[in-house]
């Protein structure tokens, strides 16, 4: 049978949990203490499950208790969000737009395309997230993201009972290589393969990048471990730490050789299948995206097709 829930009678709940006491959740309700405890009981009797321990020394919530609150408060917060984004509606803001993408996209591409889009588009936020590639998917997947931009899933593989809703739209190629010193042992090499590599002190980004947990995955997986010596919060860091020989890193092709004119540092090409980038953008139904969504996509298919004819 169909409950409904009153919203004061949620964060009643959760403000007894928090002060542990009827008397002062009941005045941080702006209720009085016979309303609230009038309110508890009928909520106890409509629910057929009593929600507190009741003592002289005050009250505790039960198991049941302890389930209700945890509810209340993700719907509580929830609400707020709601009336958050309202209130941007009110002020003009016409949509807000959830983006999740790997570090590579967030720190090549995105920034860019980023700026070519809210210009066109000045009534639109952006909430741009960095996420490793399968957690981007299942984002995508149960709504928490609109779009997702990632790398090294094969959509041909992506399990068809849980993501056969998502579309997948080739974006840009940048793939990983290694990076070292000039005369670094393995400078001589033009690719090597990633296990050869871990014998060496690695220069990392922080372990809140989703480049630093894919490469520690990548030699969880050959059963080794990965040395990060120094990490540092992006890409540029990463070269100049090279280029004082600090240790070697695994970093885009594409950044790598626009630093190469910057910092004394050697590329070499990784063997590893796992090197090679196609970026990816996913989305769930296209069609059912918001239009502004739309264009973001759009002018990323414009801004590969772009990328592709470039020689």
């Not at 399968?134 to 094969?154: F, K, N």
């Not at 790598?256 to 063997?271: G, M, P, V």
């Not at 990816?280 to 995206?289: A, E, H, M, T, Y």
Request: hydrophobic share 40%.
């Amino acid at each position: 049978m169909a409950m409904r829930f009153d919203i004061a009678d949620m964060q009643l709940m959760v403000n007894i949990s928090e002060v542990k006491s009827l008397t002062k959740a009941a005045e941080r309700s702006f209720l009085s203490l016979p309303a609230a405890s009038n309110r508890i009981k009928n909520l106890e009797n409509n629910l057929g499950t009593d929600l507190l321990y009741r003592s002289s020394q005050g009250v505790t919530l039960t198991p049941s208790g302890e389930a209700f609150v945890k509810h209340s408060t993700n719907v509580l917060r929830q609400l707020e969000h709601l009336n958050a984004d309202m209130r941007e509606f009110a002020q003009g803001i016409k949509g807000k737009l959830r983006v999740f993408a790997n570090t590579t996209a967030m720190s090549e591409f995105m920034p860019n395309l980023l700026s070519q889009y809210l210009h066109k588009h000045p009534d639109v936020n952006v909430e741009l997230r960095e996420r490793l590639s399968y957690r981007i998917v299942q984002a995508v997947s149960e709504g928490l993201a609109d779009i997702g931009v990632l790398a090294g899933i094969d959509p041909s593989n992506v399990d068809a009972t849980n993501y056969e809703h998502l579309t997948f739209i080739p974006y840009r190629k940048d793939n990983l290589v290694l990076i070292t010193p000039l005369d670094h042992p393995l400078a001589q090499h033009k690719e090597v393969s990633f296990v050869d590599t871990l014998g060496y002190d690695y220069i990392g980004l922080s372990e809140w990048s989703a480049i630093h947990h894919f490469l520690r995955q990548a030699a969880d997986n050959l059963g080794m471990p990965l040395k990060f010596r120094v990490e540092v919060g992006g890409f540029e860091g990463v070269c100049r730490m090279v280029a004082a020989q600090v240790g070697i890193g695994v970093i885009p092709e594409s950044v790598a050789y626009r630093q190469k004119e910057y910092n004394q540092i050697n590329i070499i090409h990784l063997k590893d299948k796992w090197a090679i980038r196609q970026l990816q953008v996913c989305v769930r139904q296209l069609d059912f995206l918001p239009p502004f969504a739309q264009d973001l996509v759009q002018l990323m298919k414009e801004d590969a097709k772009t990328e592709s004819q470039r020689p």
